[in-house]
């Protein structure tokens, strides 16, 4: 009676209104009280399904982006620059990577690559903020190969949101070394153009492996950038001519590499060999690793199974099922017909991969799967 | 007693039996290796078709209290409604399209604008309907709780209802699923029959109150003055969707020769014996690409049971297979005119409504359910493992279920006329014995009162 509306009631009404957007509330920002009030009508749709069909980047029920450019850099690398649809956050690390999901034979396939371009990047050639990520491509890497012979300009891509904890601070450390090899130098690309724009391009220095000279992805940026900024220095490796580039010569190249903060990406080997030599002069922390999931045939039987929400993890071969792997480890898993015709089972794999025992199809990361009919092939998450 | 050894129904050996499950599994395979742009584009153009004739639809009836505008925004409302339940929320909530990878087309996430939530009713179907499929007190939808569908069923005074139940249950068909996944999710979950707020009742209850509200005030609202006209609009699209849906359904499941099991079928089953249940449990209808397409593609209910996680569009290339299989296995593969399905389907309703003294037959050789014991004894089909007559000498072609069901048919037909014969004869025979015994009579009769004549007292 004659009660005045307090904070609690407004905010009760808020998420009232909200509530059928309730699916998408990280994404959907500010539109998310008017979304939602309009799905009162278009229910059980949101009012973006039926926006997307004008606009396919109109609807925050999940990222998406237009492909706005494809540049070669290399033969068999390109940098993909994509203009992000409602809800993506560009406030993200240099260093960062993001999901990205495309359309080949009317299936999506799901890889994760670096971001290329510095957070918050407004590229005059393309109107408003967009974000870049550069791909090589691998002899058996079928959805490299297609991202960087076959994507045209126009294509719409899914993407998810930048994570990763390969990540440059901010403000970046007085000095520093970033050792990559291959593609491993796209994170870092990110890196290096952030503190270009930023101004603040400490006392850098950067060695990066390449079998070539035609190889070296961004080659005149990285020229440019040594010649404009005193503190840089771009060191380029070539493998092809002189081997592989030895951990033991930074003694003698830079011999202040102990007092660097180092950030290291390129192939596993590389990286093992990096992380011994840390490890043994004792500077563990002073070093920074990136390892990318390597794209492969799979050959691989049984596995590691990891349930993400509890933790726990089990062995498995190849021929015990998802489910069973759960029910070993003492994980609840919800199933139905045990004969994968009913999708009771379905959950999210999160990491590595597994094998449909009907029919032998391969399910990656990021894919959804029957637990009651998939097995491990190599180490696997799944989200339950 | 239904089905409760498949393999002797069927006329197979156990080799038979699995042979078959591989022949059906290549089938399988070979649709699924060639999934493709072409199956991808023709589901993303029936979800924006379907969108674009609701959208159309909806803004047509603003105008609803014109006469032309109601008609015409009702009809489109319906199509628009049949498509989104059959094509898609059906096929899409059974994973057909999760081979695509598509979130937004995915059977965990698309919810259907049906009264009842998509989850609760994906565990109702997808697992109990088509895991234990017509499988008696395993599969709910015989009949979908209130209909007698099957003369295993003991006849109780309710199923005199029968012949209303089936009416309400037609026009109410979207409540009739919601409540009937409402009440099989809670069983499953094993969830407490008077927790109030439990979570089933929760998804349950909010879903009613969205759908409700969108049809029944919302979008009549939004129309203004139009509010009476756009809500009888609503209404009926609603009506007309259920109705079509129903009938679907009702002839995919319940014409005769659509085969019942018992429990002692699922013990051991092997899954050649699974795709032979789905098979001989199911019953299509003739329909050309249009009908086809508004029925979801259940017009091919037989494929959709053998492979319910195929895509759709793909049935009508899948059954040309299956077709063929039954040939070579001589199978019966039960099919017919949408009509006839219907009426056969609606016969059993009115039937099974009486009690069993007033019906001939039994759950061994009634149209609508038979087991192998229909067999025994009236066909020149031996056991199921040792058949010296399985191939015909004359064509070298099997013998199989199909032939055995046709003999049955003539031995049964025969046997019928031979017992009407007998009743004729023994009718004659009695009629003539109480014309004798008359006449007997008659002349005792005559004696009697002749001699009381000639003696008077």
């Known amino acids: ?90 406030r993200y690390e240099p260093g960062q990577y993001i999901g990205i999901g495309i359309l080949v034979g009317g299936r999506w396939h799901w890889r994760s690559y670096s971001l290329t371009s510095p957070p918050d ?30 994507v045209s300009p126009g294509t719409v891509v899914r993407l998810a949101a930048p994570q990763g904890a390969f990540v440059l601070p901010s ?5 520093v070394l970033f050792l990559t090899a291959g593609s491993g130098i796209t994170p870092v690309m990110s890196m290096l153009r952030a503190m270009d724009r930023r101004d603040a391009v400490t006392d850098v220095v950067h060695i990066h492996s390449a079998r070539t000279a035609e190889d070296v992805m961004f080659a005149a940026e990285l020229d440019d950038l040594h010649s404009r900024r005193p503190g840089f220095v771009s060191h380029i490796h070539l493998t092809g001519a002189n081997g592989k580039f030895a951990t033991t010569a930074l003694d ?29 002069a004792g500077l563990g922390s002073a070093l920074h690793v990136e390892r990318f999931e390597v794209e492969r045939s799979a050959t691989t039987e049984g596995g590691t199974v990891t349930f993400g929400k509890s933790g726990r993890s089990v062995t498995v071969d190849g021929a015990t099922t998802l489910l069973e792997a759960g029910e070993s480890a003492g994980v609840q898993l919800p199933f139905g017909c045990r004969m994968g015709i009913c999708q009771t089972c379905v959950v999210t794999l999160s990491a590595g991969h597994a094998r449909d025992l009907r029919n032998g199809t391969e399910r990656f990361e990021g894919e959804k799967v029957q637990t009651c009919i998939s097995a491990a092939a190599g180490d696997c998450t799944l989200e339950v | 007693m239904a089905i409760t050894d498949i393999r002797a129904f069927a006329h197979l050996t156990a080799e038979d039996v699995e042979t078959l499950g591989q022949e059906l599994d290549t089938i399988r395979r070979s649709v699924e290796q060639s999934l493709g742009e072409r199956d991808a584009k023709y589901i993303r153009r029936t979800i924006t078709a379907q969108r674009g004739l609701e959208l159309a639809a909806r803004a047509v009836l603003f105008g609803s209290r014109n006469r032309w505008a109601w008609l015409s925004g009702t009809a489109m409302l319906s199509v628009a409604k049949i498509i989104e339940n059959m094509e898609l929320g059906h096929n899409i909530s059974h994973g057909q399209w999760d081979w695509m990878n598509d979130p937004e087309i995915h059977s965990t996430n698309w919810e259907w604008d049906m009264t009842g939530p998509s989850a609760q009713w994906r565990r109702a179907h997808n697992y109990s309907h088509h895991t234990y499929t017509n499988v008696l007190g395993k599969d709910e939808d015989l009949g979908f709780g209130i209909l007698r569908m099957t003369r295993d069923e003991a006849w109780r005074p309710i199923h005199l209802v029968q012949p209303v139940a089936n009416i309400v249950l037609a026009a109410l ?33 909010r879903k009613i109150a969205r759908q409700v509200t969108k049809d029944f005030l919302i979008y009549p609202a939004v129309t203004g003055p139009a509010f009476m006209s756009t809500l009888k609009a609503n209404a009926t699209a609603n009506l007309i969707r259920n109705l079509w849906a129903y009938a679907v359904i009702f002839c995919g499941h319940f014409p005769d020769g659509a085969e019942k099991f018992t429990e002692e079928q699922l013990e051991g089953e092997t899954p050649g014996e699974w795709y032979l249940r789905q098979m001989l449990g199911s019953a299509n209808f003739s329909a050309g690409p249009v009908m086809g397409f508004m029925s979801g593609n259940l017009s091919y209910q037989i494929e959709h049971h053998l492979f319910p996680d195929l895509p759709s569009n793909r049935y009508p290339e899948v059954a040309v297979g299956v077709r063929e299989l039954c040939e070579k296995y001589d199978l019966p593969y039960t099919t017919g005119s949408l009509g006839k399905q219907y009426l056969l389907a609606f016969r059993t309703i009115h039937k099974l409504a009486l009690p069993d ?5 039994t759950a061994d050789d009634a149209p609508e359910t038979s087991s192998e014991r229909k067999f025994a004894g009236i066909t020149l089909h031996g056991g199921p493992e040792n058949r010296p007559w399985s191939i015909d000498p004359a064509t070298g072609k099997r013998r199989g279920l199909r032939s055995a069901m046709h003999e049955a048919k003539i031995v ?12 004729r004869g023994a009718e004659r025979t009695l009629r003539a014995k109480a014309r004798q015994e008359k006449d007997l009579l008659r002349r005792a009769r005559h004696a009697l009162r002749k001699s009381a004549a000639s003696n008077p007292a």
């Open chain 1, 1 to 90: 009676m004659g009660r005045k509306p307090n904070a609690k009631t407004v905010r009760g009404v808020k998420d009232w209104l909200e509530a059928p957007a309730a699916g998408i509330a990280e994404r959907g920002g500010k539109l998310n009280l008017l979304r939602g009030a309009v799905a009162r009508a278009t229910t059980p749709l949101l009012p973006d399904d039926y926006l997307h069909l004008a606009n396919p980047l109109w609807s925050a029920r999940e990222l998406r982006g237009r492909v706005v450019d494809v540049r070669k850099e290399t033969a068999d690398s390109a940098t993909l620059v994509i203009k992000p649809g409602w809800g993506f956050d560009f």
């Open chain 2, 173 to 205: 068909f979207e409540w009739g699923i919601a409540l009937h996944d409402w009440t099989i999710e809670k069983q499953l979950s094993d969830t407490p029959r008077f927790q109030v707020l439990s979570e089933p009742n929760r998804l349950f209850g």
């Open chain 1, 121 to 150: 990047w407004n590229d005059p050639r393309y109107g408003k903020k967009v974000i870049a990520i550069a791909v090589k491509a691998m002899p058996e890497g079928f959805l490299s190969s297609h991202l960087v012979n076959g």
């Open chain 1, 252 to 280: 003698e190249l830079y011999p202040d590499w102990r007092e660097r903060q180092t950030w290291a990406c390129g192939p596993l080997g590389m990286l093992d060999e990096i992380e011994k030599h840390w490890h043994e």
């Open chain 2, 412 to 423: 049964l037909r025969a046997k019928a006329e031979h017992e009407k014969e007998v009743l």
């Open chain 2, 357 to 361: 003294r007033f019906l001939r037959r």
């Open chain 1, 171 to 175: 403000p970046p450390p007085p000095k």
